[in-house]
């Protein structure tokens, strides 16, 4: 585990924000180490170098999303979205099949089951989505953390109905990799973006299926998708890879060139160390609003901080140098490594005037 001063240097090593940066649940910063692999693939592109290093680059990204995730990386594929991953997982449903969702949850883990147009999908409110599951429900679909107000799933509650009633369980963790504990072994199927918490570039999200793979098709396989992918270039693929590597695909390589630096540093610095530090910043956030007289969407434990009726604010604290979003007319505010109590404290007195 890392002591805060390790944690604190470590941090102002790798980010030097040119502003108050309160909005990694859309998009996290970059570490410095990150930008340099970044910028080397790209030259080893231009020089026309081999690119042998930047496929190694995606297997240690696998192996590193597995440990967070607390699985083996044969369970891990490698892809573009979240939205393409639940597009998988609604292909295997059969027709008819129920699929419980919660209201309002981010689209990517919703739309695919509606475009399908033979399931029925039932939305209910967060609270209610574990009481909610029954008989015939084939499947529960849900944010582990909500994007729009950082409400935190009760999953243990819904794990557990899920297995009364002989449902799958498929939880989206882009709100919450990098600074909430994963247990991906306790659910069916888990996918996650890179891009936010877990502070690497755009372009990569990971599935984590079960070794048995779940029922599921890879209908989205290509040569990647191949037990020996160099020799399945052309015509079908006739041995699929024995593991989740079928889920795979295309790579995105200057992606994962620099995510695998993003992962080496959030396991350098430790989620738990993590999670205490970003949960303290957004608790403070939530103890000043209400000196304020301002009362967030009610989401404890959470890193993120939704206040209703203040997301017309965002541009003017945007002018000011303070990067939040307005997500449904809610100030949105999400705190990780790169942020302090002074960062808090700034965008408090903003609020005050």
Same mark, same amino acid.
């Given at each position: 585990?890392?002591?805060?001063?390790?944690?604190?240097?470590?941090?102002?090593?790798?980010?030097?924000?040119?502003?108050?940066?309160?909005?990694?649940?859309?998009?996290?910063?970059?570490?410095?180490?990150?930008?340099?692999?970044?910028?080397?693939?790209?030259?080893?592109?231009?020089?026309?170098?081999?690119?042998?290093?930047?496929?190694?680059?995606?297997?240690?990204?696998?192996?590193?999303? #597995?440990?967070?995730?607390?699985?083996?990386?044969?369970?891990? #594929?490698?892809?573009?979205?979240?939205?393409?991953?639940?597009?998988?997982?609604?292909?295997?449903?059969?027709?008819?099949?129920?699929?419980?969702?919660?209201?309002?949850?981010?689209?990517?883990?919703?739309?695919?089951?509606?475009?399908?147009?033979?399931?029925?999908?039932?939305?209910?409110?967060?609270?209610?989505? #574990?009481?909610?599951?029954?008989?015939?429900?084939?499947?529960?679909?849900?944010?582990?953390?909500?994007?729009?107000?950082?409400?935190?799933?009760?999953?243990?509650?819904?794990?557990? #109905?899920?297995?009364?009633?002989?449902?799958?369980?498929?939880?989206?963790?882009?709100?919450?990799?990098?600074?909430?504990?994963?247990?991906?072994? =306790?659910?069916?199927?888990?996918?996650?973006?890179?891009?936010?918490?877990?502070?690497?570039?755009?372009? =990569?999200?990971?599935?984590?299926?079960?070794?048995?793979?779940?029922?599921?098709?890879?209908?989205?396989?290509?040569?990647?998708?191949?037990?020996?992918?160099?020799?399945?270039?052309?015509?079908?693929?006739?041995?699929?890879?024995?593991?989740?590597?079928?889920?795979?695909?295309?790579?995105?390589?200057?992606?994962?060139?620099?995510?695998?630096?993003?992962?080496?540093?959030?396991?350098?610095?430790?989620?738990?160390?993590?999670?205490?530090?970003?949960?303290?910043?957004?608790?403070?956030?939530?103890?000043?609003?209400?000196?304020?007289?301002?009362?967030?969407?009610? =989401?404890?434990?959470?890193?993120?901080?939704?206040?209703?009726?203040?997301?017309?604010?965002?541009?003017?604290?945007?002018?000011?140098?303070?990067?939040?979003?307005?997500?449904?007319?809610?100030?949105?505010?999400?705190?990780?490594?790169?942020?302090?109590?002074?960062?808090?404290?700034?965008?408090?007195?903003?609020?005050?005037?």
């Amino acid at each position: 585990m890392e002591t805060t001063e390790t944690f604190e240097s470590l941090v102002r090593a790798e980010f030097t924000p040119k502003s108050t940066y309160l909005n990694t649940a859309s998009n996290g910063l970059l570490p410095a180490r990150t930008v340099a692999a970044l910028h080397e693939a790209a030259l080893l592109r231009a020089e026309g170098r081999p690119l042998t290093p930047l496929y190694e680059d995606v297997e240690a990204c696998r192996a590193a999303y #597995a440990r967070l995730a607390g699985v083996p990386a044969t369970r891990v #594929a490698v892809g573009a979205s979240v939205a393409a991953h639940t597009g998988v997982i609604a292909a295997s449903l059969p027709a008819g099949a129920e699929v419980l969702t919660a209201e309002d949850d981010f689209t990517s883990v919703l739309n695919p089951f509606h475009v399908r147009g033979d399931l029925k999908v039932r939305s209910v409110p967060l609270e209610r989505v #574990a009481e909610s599951v029954r008989p015939g429900t084939a499947l529960v679909a849900v944010s582990a953390a909500q994007s729009a107000d950082g409400r935190i799933a009760d999953l243990p509650a819904l794990r557990e #109905a899920a297995r009364a009633h002989g449902a799958r369980t498929y939880v989206d963790f882009s709100q919450a990799a990098g600074w909430l504990p994963m247990d991906a072994d =306790a659910y069916d199927f888990t996918a996650s973006v890179a891009f936010k918490w877990l502070l690497g570039p755009h372009g =990569a999200a990971f599935l984590v299926v079960p070794e048995d793979f779940g029922g599921l098709t890879p209908v989205l396989a290509g040569w990647v998708a191949a037990e020996v992918p160099w020799d399945s270039c052309y015509g079908p693929v006739t041995e699929l890879a024995h593991s989740a590597r079928r889920f795979d695909l295309t790579h995105a390589l200057f992606t994962c060139a620099g995510l695998r630096r993003s992962l080496d540093l959030v396991e350098e610095l430790g989620v738990a160390a993590v999670h205490a530090h970003d949960v303290a910043l957004a608790d403070r956030f939530r103890a000043g609003l209400a000196t304020l007289g301002h009362e967030p969407v009610p =989401a404890p434990g959470s890193a993120i901080v939704s206040v209703p009726g203040l997301g017309g604010r965002q541009p003017e604290l945007s002018r000011a140098g303070i990067e939040i979003s307005n997500r449904a007319g809610n100030l949105r505010a999400a705190f990780h490594v790169y942020n302090t109590a002074a960062d808090v404290d700034r965008l408090l007195d903003a609020l005050t005037g």
